[in-house]
């Protein structure tokens, strides 16, 4: 679930990448501080969530190592899987995310 901003909203882990780095390493970073687990760096996203001050990369994660918890207590509520049915009934912190995650899933592997 989101944090303070996105109070009561549920959202993908996400946070910024450093001055230099890399996108996909950024990836990497985030979902072991986050959710702890440790993945390969993807190499290009699948799409781009764009605001008027931010742009979001999200990457299709297929395979990981360790078993996700919830690491960031102080900036996530909560930790949970979702079907993409069950996704389209929840609030989300930005509504273009069902759409994103069916074509994340219909993505060739």
């Not at 996400?14 to 990836?27: L, N």
Request: glycine letters at 12%; proline letters at 11%; aromatic letters at 6%.
């Amino acid at each position: 679930m989101g944090g303070q901003q996105y109070a009561g909203c549920w959202d993908l882990p996400i946070g910024p990448a450093r001055p230099g780095e890399p996108s996909g390493s950024a990836v990497v970073r985030v979902l072991q501080k986050q959710i702890g687990v440790r993945v390969e760096p993807p190499e290009e996203p699948f799409a781009h969530l764009q605001g008027q001050q931010f742009r979001v990369d999200i990457y299709l994660v297929d395979r990981r190592i360790g078993r996700p918890s919830n690491r960031a207590a102080h900036e996530l509520d909560g930790l949970a899987w979702f079907t993409p049915e069950e996704v389209t009934g929840l609030r989300l912190a930005d509504p273009r995310l069902p759409g994103l995650l069916q074509a994340g899933i219909d993505q060739p592997r």
